[in-house]
């Protein structure tokens, strides 16, 4: 069970840490670089204004809960003994977990009124 909560911890750091690098750092130095998926994602579905919300609390959120989503899949696989069955609940739990994850928080920005033309 500890090694379970240290794997999960270790992995959630260390995801969190790259996002952070190449996400959230990279925003700042550049302006015009083109947004990452997860946003384009929530703007398309959401129709979130990138105007009404804080663009770098938003790639920080898309930071941590992807770290949650992948450290919480691998802790979960690395449970299992099949390869193949590691690949196959892996791949079924990374995508329910980034589709619900990311859902959550589009719900979330809805509800503050981040929306385009004050839709909610």
Known sequence: MLDELILFI???????IIYELFLVRKSKKDKRRKKPVEVNYLIGKYN????KLNYKRLLNIISA??????SLVVTIVS???SFYLQLLI??????LLILVSYDIV???????G??????N
Request: a positive charge; one cysteine or more.
């Open 10 to 16: 270790m992995t959630f750091l260390l995801v969190f």
């Open 114 to 119: 981040c929306c385009k033309n004050g839709k």
């Open 48 to 51: 979130l204004d990138l105007d």
């Open 65 to 70: 809960v992807s770290a949650f989503d992948i």
């Open 90 to 95: 892996g791949f079924v739990l990374i995508m």
């Open 79 to 81: 449970l299992l003994d």
């Open 106 to 112: 589009g719900r979330i920005y809805k509800k503050k």
